[in-house]
């Protein structure tokens, strides 16, 4: 951020005064007494106008008041300024000046200038809004004091406010290439990992649609309370999601759908973490992405990392995939390109299940038209590949998808 520069000189008055004082000396044995008088009240007015300035910044009091502390993506902070002249005299000119930075750049307000009547008080609000995800810098930049010579100008730092600006959670009920029925079942095990029951771990309270088979029947015999028992699990995670954080040098920022791009992240990871299924989340670029969870407790660990999600210049997400050595039975791209890597995983498929989640948010209307052919091509042919068409339709699109027909 720039720097304040905490004093101004105004050069245009600075040379007027001078002058002004020139011209008196000079003229001093012609006017007599009155040339000294005015010659005194030129060089005390300057120092009379230091000491008002020094009592505008003791007498003037300020706080500054957020309306939320944990601001999400899309939220509006109120910004209220709560002003009071403490002293019993009028404050010279004070302007106050604004700002916020994030994502987007920076913003400027218009400035609020004005002169605080003895111990008046007054509050100012302004609103801010938070449009993305993304570290935001917001509030009063500095506040100015004019001295009365109108020579300077002295600028005081402010505190401002740091906020993280989370993305949305959006929540998924159903994601057709899991079957809702297989999420808590042993045979599971295909794309996450396999109960051990000779290793047993803790009593949990049964949820709904659960399978009855570890239903622990001598608690709910004696007490009516349905309990599963929980074992520990063997085997490495084998839901593997790889998501795409390009962004070409020149290319115009789309911050809406480099948005959308961790929000179908996040509802997919809920989705799994939710069901235990274990996960691991990547991504290549200059800030490397790496989680790994296998039950809801870990998802706010995940959560908070995604305000720190950059989106730079890289390489394919399918790069990555081909130098990693780990084994997935099922791996998930989400990009928001169409990239040939990625595209020719996803026709080969192999032993592994491969998925790809295309983020089209802003994409213009013609190009979706044209691409839907071939995407449906592709479906039919056994690809998955599911579509976003908008970041309002996130929800819907991943829910409605299916194995060989997720409707363009």
Known sequence: MEKVRRLSINRKYFVAYGVILGVLLQIKPALGRYAEFILLVLLLFPV??????ICTFVFLRFSEHFSTDHPVKGDEIVYTLSLANESIIPL????????TEGPAGK???EDMTLNLRMKQKMKKSLTFSCAFRGIYKMGMRFYSLHDLSLLYVLRIPAYFRTFYVYPRIIEILSFPVFQEEDAYSDESAAVGRTKDVAY???LRPYRRNEPLKHLYWKKFAAYGKPLIKEYETTGEPNIAIYFDTRRESGEKTDLEREDATVEILIALVCYFLKRHLPVVVKSPGEHRFDFSGDNFEHFQRFYEQTVHIQFREGISPAQLYHSESIDMQMVIFITHRIDAEIFSLLQKGGSRSILTVLNQVNVPAETLSRRRKYFEELRHRGCRLV????SETIQHDLSRCSVKNTGG
């Open 48 to 53: 009379i106008s230091t000491v008002y300035t």
């Open 92 to 99: 010279p000119t004070t302007t106050f000046t604004f700002f």
């Open 107 to 109: 913003a400027l307000f």
């Open 200 to 202: 047993f771990r803790e």
């Open 387 to 390: 579509t976003v068409d908008s």
